[in-house]
């Protein structure tokens, strides 16, 4: 374990401890002693230790630690129970403020008092989620796109040029997103176009996601946590590209067949890279594997060693990649309008797609079309 991760396993070790025993306890000592000891060492790194609980995911100083261990969920539920979502430690911090801080932590029904070096508070998720107190105002929408597209660059270039995925600007698009729809966005209002080729990888990756959690939302999902695991799956599914050169990519001709070989490693070259990123959800390698797989059993990559049936959620974003690549336009074509990408895709329906998934897909594009229309006065 990491300086961060051995922090939180002493302060939870703490926490519990006073609750199994009391606050005067020895061991409380013992382990607030341990915290405070990792905790200057971290101060003098970093200059502060800022912990935010964004739904399920504990971010400390801008890294997520989300599946990192058993006293991390047992710290986030301690934070779930007494309301918080926020905690910076800053320099200074005594053993006597920390000792005071453990047991304030167990009393779930009293407010937290002030200190010295210990801010506390609630992170409303929501600031990572643009605006949430209206309706969705769609007189912003182009500068909240371009936003969310923008971001999107930002996290591919972090990916091509570091092969780290930058978490906090991860967050905050599938936070917007998230939070669009529960402000009532349209899904028609949060699809983008690509006005020149060189934005077309930002602007599909957007749009797949937040497809993506727009279908997990028309099947009754509304737990946080999915909507952000798939649309982070959507975000990433294409991942793999980043590792193919962009002369092979960006060709307008028809592919050779090995330039078409090397094109088709993009889900394997993107589950593999993926599986490797810590604190990653496991369904988002596994949609990057499979976001080219056909309901059928067909598709890429082949599966040479056994037939496994394609995951839910990688048909969720196989439904959502195939829709917006049709409606794109793209060096070689022209894209195509909404009815008749879904015409397009309804022949598929039991050979490439989910027959249930993508009848539900064009009634609710239908209706959104349908709202849509209404709104603008057609």
């Not at 990792?38 to 801008?62: A, F, H, P, R, Y």
């Not at 000792?99 to 409303?124: A, C, N, Y």
Request: charged share 30%; glycine share 6%; hydrophobic share 40%.
């Amino acid at each position: 374990m990491n300086n961060v991760e051995n922090f939180i396993s002493a302060l939870t070790s703490a926490i519990s401890n006073c609750a199994l025993y009391s606050r005067d306890h020895t061991s409380v000592d013992r382990f607030s002693g341990k915290s405070l000891k990792i905790l200057e060492t971290l101060l003098k790194e970093s200059g502060k230790v800022e912990i935010m609980l964004i739904e399920d995911d504990l971010v400390i100083n801008k890294s997520s630690y989300k599946g990192a261990g058993l006293q991390i969920d047992n710290f986030k539920k301690r934070l779930k129970r007494k309301g918080l979502s926020r905690i910076e430690f800053s320099p200074g911090v005594t053993f006597e403020e920390l000792r005071q801080f453990i047991p304030e932590i167990l009393e779930t029904d009293k407010k937290m008092p002030l200190f010295s070096h210990i801010k506390i508070g609630v992170l409303d998720v929501r600031l990572e989620e643009a605006k949430t107190q209206d309706d969705f105002d769609s007189d912003d929408i182009s500068g909240f796109l371009a936003q969310e597209v923008e971001l999107t660059k930002e996290i591919f270039e972090d990916i091509s040029s570091s092969q780290r995925v930058n978490f906090p600007k991860v967050n905050k698009v599938i936070g917007n997103f998230v939070s669009a729809f529960r402000r009532n966005a349209n899904i028609i209002q949060l699809l983008s176009h690509a006005r020149f080729k060189e934005e077309y990888s930002y602007i599909h990756a957007t749009n797949v996601s937040v497809l993506s959690i727009f279908q997990m939302r028309t099947l009754g999902i509304r737990e946080g946590v999915c909507l952000r695991d798939i649309g982070t799956a959507g975000l990433l599914h294409d991942a793999g590209k980043l590792f193919i050169s962009d002369e092979t990519l960006a060709k307008k001709r028809c592919l050779e067949e090995k330039e078409w070989a090397v094109i088709k490693l993009h889900p394997l070259l993107g589950a593999r890279f993926l599986s490797s990123v810590k604190s990653l959800a496991p369904i988002i390698p596994v949609v990057a594997f499979e976001h080219h797989l056909r309901y059928d059993g067909k598709g890429y990559p082949e599966q040479q060693v056994f037939k496994k049936k394609q995951h839910i959620c990688s048909q969720v974003v196989a439904l959502s990649d195939c829709f917006d690549a049709l409606r794109s336009t793209r060096p070689y074509r022209k894209g195509l309008e909404i009815k008749e990408t879904l015409s397009i895709m309804e022949k598929d329906a039991e050979r490439a797609f989910n027959p249930f998934l993508l009848e539900n897909f064009m009634r609710r594009m239908d209706n959104a079309l349908q709202s849509s229309s209404v709104k603008s006065g057609k």
